[in-house]
């Protein structure tokens, strides 16, 4: 038998357990919660130049509080089709590039997975560093490859297979390209992780049973593979939605992204209630995924 | 496995990791490049590297990120470790919005973030008087947001091998919990909390986003500076930054690997 009061600090814990409890409990309130309503009030607001360039949304006026929402940035984003496209462009840009993750990274996890034990740190690592290393300067590398006088024309020129250079940075291809080398570990890292806990006794029964090869990847394998794949694709689909650097750099004037938009926006209209309008309805649009994935983690547990 | 079967494999895992290294490789060869232009070879220079070291601007900005990457890397592994600690707990107050809101920054684009905590600064600033200007502070907390996210992840990996009766053993002979933590369940957890170090650090010191939106005049990081002149075209200075950078992120990755890919706990019943 414990003394009480062992038990009743078990169980409640002390000032440490709760001050250990409630730090980034309140961390995430005050930087993570809190900004996401000042957004959602701020696109209720009115554009004015001054500092903060617009008037917020609720304001004293004479000690008396006043509650006069600005809908009008919300019609401002339906009127202007431009926003529209660049909200579907944005999803297209990112399910064409979660797909293109998908269909090569599928392939090197399971090729990692079945590769001997002894190897497979060093597989992995090789998968995990480019993403230690400046995202910003693996984008960069992509420009001197994909430039009219870059690497691959000069290839391209050399061999003998182009006459003259090709377009080939600027474009939605290049900025598809961007992205599933930026995001391909965040792909491969889960989809290994759930190949891996695949019991190998699972596929020998299979094959006992007379099942071929391709048969039981289809409906052994992949099927107990599913919630990596889902994982993988939305870690790589919901950034990539969003996406700023990648569009900026390799993309076109043609292809907008939603990112950019917001960019655009904020730093060169400084019109800051229409920003956090675009910001609020990509949230609105990324939220389904998000929740989705969120059940997948809760499920996991 | 069938021999077709493996071949396949093994062209798209070759195929793979060319496409992740070809890219980095150009940026190392041609950092010694002596001519300008990036198709052109014009023979063996280390000129680059040099002007690398006479740039002012940049130098500075590196020594901003660095001290932005120490101050958030350092927040965010204690908000996250905590953070890992409180999901381990069996009952948890709210865990659903806290678990929802962990995962948040994992996935979120960061322009959202970096303007909704922009937004947030200025009404503070506008209501308090405080912060009196954007810069090393801001960027600080923004990045020990994102970067906490992923320090959770880290370190409760960590925290699942472990086996909760050594903790309730040391309370059952009195120990205090601050004490059970930083005797026991700390130095057990030691290398995820090392990683997740790490790893808040090299986020910090990547990213653009979140800095471009929270910093404020005279207090740009590395990756501004890289970024405007990246968007001036390509420039083998750059190039030589690159270089140094994915030296040094290989060397640390490489000694932190053999810290953190040693084995973990064991789970209980395994034997040793």
Same mark, same amino acid.
């Given at each position: 038998m414990l003394p009480a009061t062992v038990t009743a600090r078990r169980r409640r814990g002390d000032g440490f357990t709760r001050l250990a409890l409630l730090l980034p409990y309140a961390w995430l309130v005050a930087f993570l919660l809190l900004p996401f309503l000042v957004v959602v009030a701020v696109s209720l607001s009115t554009k004015e130049l001054g500092t903060p360039p617009f008037v917020p949304p609720l304001r004293l006026e004479g000690g008396v509080p006043r509650l006069a929402p600005d809908f009008g940035n919300y019609a401002y984003l339906l009127d202007d089709p431009l926003y529209a496209v660049a909200y579907l462009n944005s999803l297209k840009v990112a399910l064409i590039s979660t797909l293109a993750c998908l269909a090569l990274g599928y392939p090197m996890a399971y090729a990692i997975v079945r590769a001997p034990a002894r190897r497979r740190p060093l597989l992995l690592t090789l998968i995990i560093l480019p993403f230690w290393t400046s995202f910003l300067i693996r984008v960069y590398a992509w420009i001197g490859i994909l430039a009219p006088n870059g690497l691959l024309n000069a290839l391209l020129l050399w061999l003998g297979w182009t006459g003259e250079p090709l377009?080939? %940075?600027?474009?939605e291809p290049a900025v598809v390209l961007g992205i599933v080398y930026s995001y391909l570990p965040f792909m491969i890292l889960p989809l290994y992780a759930t190949l891996e806990r695949l019991d190998p006794a699972l596929l020998e029964a299979a094959s006992d049973l007379g099942c071929r090869p391709a048969a039981a990847f289809l409906r052994v394998t992949l099927p107990l593979s599913l919630p990596g794949v889902v994982a993988g694709s939305m870690l790589v689909f919901v950034p990539a939605v969003g996406e700023f650097v990648i569009p900026d750099l390799l993309?076109?004037?043609?292809? %907008?992204m939603i990112g950019k938009v917001v960019w655009d926006e904020f730093f060169s209209n400084t019109d800051w209630p229409v920003a956090s309008a675009v910001a609020v309805v990509l949230l609105l649009v990324l939220i389904l995924p998000l929740l989705w994935l969120q059940r997948l983690q809760g499920d996991r547990r | 496995m069938t021999g077709g079967r493996s071949r396949f494999l093994f062209t798209m895992l070759a195929f793979g990791y060319a496409f992740l290294y070809v890219p980095i490789a150009t940026l190392i060869v041609y950092s010694f490049n002596e001519s300008r232009l990036v198709t052109v070879w014009s023979g063996f220079s280390t000129k680059w590297y040099g002007a690398l070291l006479e740039n002012e601007a940049l130098l500075d900005a590196a020594g901003t990120s660095l001290l932005v990457g120490v101050i958030s890397a350092t927040a965010a592994t204690v908000l996250g470790t905590l953070a890992a600690m409180a999901l381990a707990r069996r009952r948890l107050p709210g865990r659903m919005l806290f678990t929802a809101m962990l995962a948040t920054?994992?996935?979120?684009?960061e322009v959202i973030l970096g303007l909704a905590l922009l937004l947030l600064v200025v009404s503070v600033q506008a209501l308090t008087g405080w912060p009196a200007e954007r810069g090393i502070a801001t960027i600080a907390i923004a990045h020990a947001t994102l970067a906490m996210a992923y320090v959770t992840v880290v370190v409760r990996s960590r925290l699942i091998?472990?086996?909760?009766a050594i903790g309730e053993a040391a309370m059952d002979l009195g120990a205090r919990p601050a004490t059970v933590f930083f005797r026991i369940t700390l130095p057990m957890i030691a290398p995820g909390v090392i990683a997740g170090w790490l790893l808040a650090f090299t986020l910090s010191l990547d990213d653009l986003v979140l800095a471009s939106f929270l910093s404020g005049p005279g207090a740009g990081t590395l990756p501004m500076a890289i970024f405007s002149s990246v968007r001036m075209g390509v420039s083998p200075q750059i190039n030589a930054l690159a270089t140094v950078i994915v030296v040094l992120v290989t060397v640390v990755v490489l000694v932190a690997g053999r810290l953190v890919f040693q084995p973990g706990p064991r789970p209980r019943g395994d034997a040793p």
């Open positions: 377009v080939l %940075l600027s474009t993309g076109g004037t043609d292809s %907008l | 920054p994992l996935v979120l684009p091998g472990l086996d909760p």
